[in-house]
């Protein structure tokens, strides 16, 4: 019942390999996993492979199927043609050990450096009162399942070593945005720590992490560019630049950026939307308003939006396919600077109090 | 013998497993001041716990405030046929809630109730909603959870030492070959880093068990390739003791098809959803499996089984929801009545039961599971299911309050799947979860009380070392044995097909043999290539304690003259009250697994009172009903 398939496998360590062919029986239904253990079972039991649950939970057997970072458990045979060869790589952005296990250990070391989830300081276990809507932001991040292809893919780091002690990388920037989203974080200075000490600004929204992540987390929508965003509110926003040369310095209140956690407040999103209402509005706009303090945007912050992919449910972007060398603008490639007038949406902070 | 370089380490407490229990254990080591290291066979956070689905049972109350730890403690002992210690799950039922709420000061985001607390859902043998759950991955929270509470206390000890490492350290992709004794007394443990192929050792006082289970033993499991049953040979071969060794969860409802996912449980949440069983003529039959000792708890119609969704109070439960060895053995008399489907399962349908939108918000990864695993579409068309080796309820005897091991061993301690005794013959779903943290958390903290006692660190002896070292490298510099994947396929041959579901004496006399003629080639294994990240040497080491925890249940499936939970005998089909006061326990003669008869301790008064009589009647023996009954009237 099985066919017999082409594989070609990197085999070798630190010093050195390359590519060997293998031809493999193949059945109906496998993944390339089963293709590796029936490898090792018969011809290669050497063959080294890092695997666990074997259901796409917890991100072990992370490697390169024809160039593009998958996890083997989830990359079924039926999607190759019968007369395709399939390549199998170790992840390219890591050291490797042998074959196709690398050196993950960078991430355990970005992983450390990441402040952890501070408790709120008088609220007892057992006690902590959260909204279901308010607790689903974070809950997005904290499906990551540590396959770490987002940081294999990362063209930041992908052929950049010089970078890596000064870029966490987009598994870090969730977890960033998620204890940042968390309703009960008592750290108020998630996204400026992102900033100064993570590399977040490194980043430039190619998206090639959100595509890869076995997941479906909106890495760079739902938590790259929330975070981006907020920090940009205040450092290098066009807008408040904008604002800044039209109005006298001093005359624009600063945005306060950081969510203000009143103190004490325990049923956080439950009694106003004020902790961490900002990419979306889905909360209390009143508070909204009241947090942002004057600058008064009269803009609907965009939703996060699921990106645009094609028929085949991918980003029809890759790091190899992509038309120009340059990373895209963060802003968009439809957006011009300096902005014209019309489209400013900065408002005067008294504009909405009656007029005498 | 050439010279071999050895890493050594001094710790006070060291953790073996990484998974919910261990990093509990560890947590609460490292918070009593002790010096502790915790050894993961595969890297850290990807331990067997994220597989677990359906959430961690407590009874907080937050979704019906009726339910209590009485509650929950009776539905464990019922669920476990009234084999479990008591007094396990007394603790258990009683400090699950602590726990869970813990785990909210570490940075967990359960699912909410509308009220803002942790929401709990319905499952297979709870009588209220009780398990608090993050959509279908609890166990990826409970995992992730605590292992960024370990960070965050090595970011205290950066700030105060100036070391991330200083008072915890994880060892990843460390396998420990072997305990090392000084006299009666615990004086370190031997592995080697799978990376490299280095040996390490580590000097320590105590050492706390949490690897899990055995289901690699098995040709059709939901386990990983951890699960090798190392704790179990670990602690026989330092004269600890295992009991329950006979009781095997088989999940009723694993994937039978298509093969990539062959194996991967379907949550009970499934059921509790709405989901029901039918076979290939389409009857939903569990209804024809109700045993006597549910009747009253479960629906006789579809209508009020239906009905029950919504307004369970008024209703009984669906038999779907049954614990889970009745629904395994109904699947598999359905599959053998020639009712089953081409895969040899039956159908869990919830496609024609909710709507494709509920499906995915209600059971998101697993949608996105099998969709993307396998290219079933669970919104769309039925699952075929059938049992899967899930858990192994025996485990390493240990004192119900301390998880120190009994037999002539000190300083070990086990806590998790690995430990025995809490779910008696069967668990209930939900209940593991909750086990890893109040018996992790109880294990690490005797631990390190344990060191504090002692006078004198135990000394590692150097021929112990050389002999571990010896053994660990045999497979190597052998190159007559046979492929250790080969030996693993025939040992799962021989467990799946022998000591599987539903036994038999004659097979399983048949296994012994087997398992025998097993040894025998195990002994002589070998493996080709070198040290550095070889996983067909890996495999070879780890057989001998596939082989024997395997023995272990054999032997003790075979004097098991009853069917109890995870243990049904066809020739002995009916549950016998006098078996019911026996744990058999297993520990290792030389190199013999021995088995003996220890029976199991009294429940306490108040406890027992909290069963009705005509409930215990179906467990007890008359002796046991008598004194009951003058208890009773002692209190009237």
Redesign the interface.
């Known amino acids: 019942m099985g066919t017999k398939r082409q594989f070609r496998i990197w085999r070798g ?1 630190e010093t050195g390999g390359d590519l060997q062919d293998y031809t493999v029986e193949v ?5 390339v996993l ?1 293709v590796i253990h029936r490898l ?3 011809e290669v ?16 057997c992370s490697m390169e199927i024809n160039g593009k970072p998958r996890l083997g ?2 990359t ?1 045979m ?1 999607t190759f043609e019968e007369a395709e060869t399939v390549t199998v790589t170790p992840l390219r952005t890591f050291p490797v ?3 196709l ?1 690398t ?2 250990s960078f991430n ?1 070391e970005k ?2 450096e ?4 501070a ?1 709120p300081a008088d609220v007892a ?2 006690d ?5 809507v308010d ?1 689903e932001r ?2 997005e991040f ?5 396959c770490f292809l987002c940081q294999n893919v990362c063209h930041v780091i992908r052929d950049h070593d010089e970078n890596k002690p000064a870029f966490s990388g987009p598994r870090f920037f969730i977890r960033a945005a998620e ?1 940042d989203m ?1 309703p009960l ?1 008592a750290r108020t200075d998630r996204k400026e720590y992102a900033q100064s000490e993570m590399g977040l600004g490194f980043c430039n929204i190619t998206k090639c992490c959100t595509e890869v992540c ?3 987390i909106k890495i760079t929508d739902n938590g790259i560019i929330p975070m981006k965003e907020r920090v940009v509110d205040r450092r290098y926003d066009p807008l408040v630049w904008l604002g800044n040369k039209i109005f006298r310095r001093g005359q624009v209140p600063q945005t306060s950026v950081t969510s203000g956690h009143s103190s004490g407040a325990v ?1 956080a ?2 009694a106003h939307g004020g902790v961490h209402s900002h990419a979306g509005g889905s909360h209390d706009s009143g508070a909204e308003r009241q947090a942002q303090q004057g600058v008064n945007w009269h803009r609907e912050v965009p939703h996060p939006t699921a990106p645009a992919v094609d028929s085949t449910g991918k980003l029809p972007l890759t790091e190899l396919t992509f038309d120009r060398a340059a990373a895209p603008s963060p802003f968009g490639d439809d957006v011009e600077f300096p902005l014209p007038a019309e489209h400013l949406n900065f408002a005067h902070p008294q504009q909405d109090e009656p007029k005498h | 013998m050439t010279e071999t370089r050895i890493e050594r380490h001094h710790y006070d407490v060291v953790v073996i497993g990484a998974g919910g229990a261990g990093l509990r254990a560890a947590i609460e080591a490292r918070l009593a001041g002790k010096k502790t290291a915790i050894i993961s066979k ?7 716990t ?2 677990a689905e359906g959430g961690a049972a407590a009874a ?1 109350g937050n979704v019906n405030s009726r339910d209590n730890w009485q509650v929950h403690f009776r539905d464990t002992m019922r669920g476990g046929k009234f084999l479990n210690n008591f007094r396990m799950a007394e603790l258990h039922a009683k400090e699950s ?2 726990r869970i ?2 785990l ?4 967990a ?4 109730t509308k ?3 942790i ?1 709990q859902r319905n499952f297979g043998g709870h009588e209220y909603p009780r398990l608090a759950h ?2 279908d ?1 609890t166990g ?2 409970l995992i ?1 959870t605590l292992q ?2 370990i ?2 206390l ?2 205290e000890d ?1 700030r105060e030492f100036g070391s ?1 490492d200083a008072r915890i350290r994880v060892f ?1 992709e460390t396998t420990i070959t072997e305990l090392l004794l000084d006299g009666d007394r615990v004086a370190g443990a031997f592995g080697y880093y799978r ?1 490299s192929g280095e040996f390490i050792l580590f000097e320590a006082p105590a050492v706390v068990l949490a690897t899990g289970g055995v289901g690699r033993s098995y040709k059709v499991t939901s386990n ?3 699960y090798t049953g190392d704790g179990h040979a670990l602690a026989l071969r330092a004269g600890a003791t295992l009991i329950n060794m006979e009781f095997l969860q088989f999940h009723p409802t694993g994937m039978v ?5 062959k194996g ?1 449980l379907v949550t009970e949440s499934v059921r509790g959803d709405g989901g029901v069983l039918k076979n290939s003529d389409g009857k939903r039959f569990m209804f024809d499996y109700v045993p006597d000792v549910f009747r009253k708890q479960y629906a006789e119609t579809e209508e009020e089984a239906d009905r029950w969704y919504t307004d369970p109070d008024n209703n009984r439960r669906p038999p779907e929801l049954l614990p889970r060895d009745e629904v395994a053995r109904a699947i598999n008399s359905e599959v053998k009545a020639g009712r089953g489907t081409p895969a040899g399962g039956v159908y869990l349908d919830i496609a024609s039961r909710k709507s494709a939108e509920e499906i995915q918000r209600r059971l998101p ?1 697993m949608y ?2 099998f969709k ?4 079933v579409d669970i919104t769309k068309e039925p699952m075929e299911v059938g049992p899967t080796c899930h858990y192994v309820m025996g485990g390493v005897e240990v004192d119900p309050d301390s998880g120190a091991a009994a037999g002539s061993v000190r300083g070990l301690f086990a806590a998790g799947e690995v430990s025995g005794g809490m779910h008696g013959s069967n668990r209930l779903g939900g209940n593991s979860l909750s086990d890893l943290l109040v018996f992790g958390k109880r294990a690490g903290g005797h631990a390190a009380t344990y060191t504090d006692q002692l006078g004198a660190r135990p000394a590692v002896s150097v021929a112990a070392v050389e002999a571990a070292v010896e053994t660990a490298l045999a497979p190597l510099q052998r190159d007559t044995g046979e ?4 030996l693993q ?1 025939d040992l799962q041959a021989v467990m799946g097909d022998l000591v599987g579901i539903i036994r038999r004496e004659g097979e399983l006399a048949d296994a012994l043999g087997r398992l025998a003629e097993l040894r025998e080639r195990v002994a002589k294994v070998s ?4 040290r ?6 890996h495999l070879a080491l780890d057989l001998r304690n596939m082989l024997v925890v395997s023995e272990c249940t054999a032997k003790a499936a075979l004097e098991r003259q009853e069917s109890r939970g995870g243990h049904t005998r066809e020739d002995y089909p009916a549950m016998d009250p006098k078996w019911r006061q026996v744990n058999l326990v297993c520990a290792l003669d030389g190199d013999t697994v021995r088995l003996t008869h220890k029976p199991l301790p009294a429940m306490r008064p108040e406890l027992i009172g909290l069963f009705d009589r005509a409930e215990l009647a179906k467990y007890l023996t008359d002796e046991e009903l008598a004194e009951f009954d003058a208890l009773t009237e002692q209190e009237r």
């Not at chain 2, 550095?532 to 040497?537: I, K, L, Q």
């Open positions: 360590d059945n109906e239904g496998e993944v089963d090792q079972a018969t039991p050497d063959l080294a492979c890092r695997w666990n649950c074997k259901a796409g939970k917890c991100g072990s458990c989830m079924r039926s050990i042998r074959d296990v050196d993950v355990y992983a450390r990441t402040p952890a989830f408790p276990p057992g902590y009162r959260m909204q279901q607790v974070s809950q904290r499906k990551c399942i540590e204890l968390h974080d076995p997941e479906h049923t999103g439950a | 595969s890297l850290f956070g990807k331990a067997h994220v597989m907080m809630p602590q709420w813990e909210e000061t570490y940075g985001l359960f699912d909410r009220d803002g607390k929401s993050v959509g991955r990826l929270e992730r960024q509470k960070v965050s090595q970011q950066k991330y990843s990376e990983s390739w951890e098809w298509p093969p990539s996912v991967i990864s996105h599971q993307e695993l396998a290219d492929s250790p994947y080969q396929q493996a080709v290539g070198g550095r990240y070889n996983p067909g040497w």
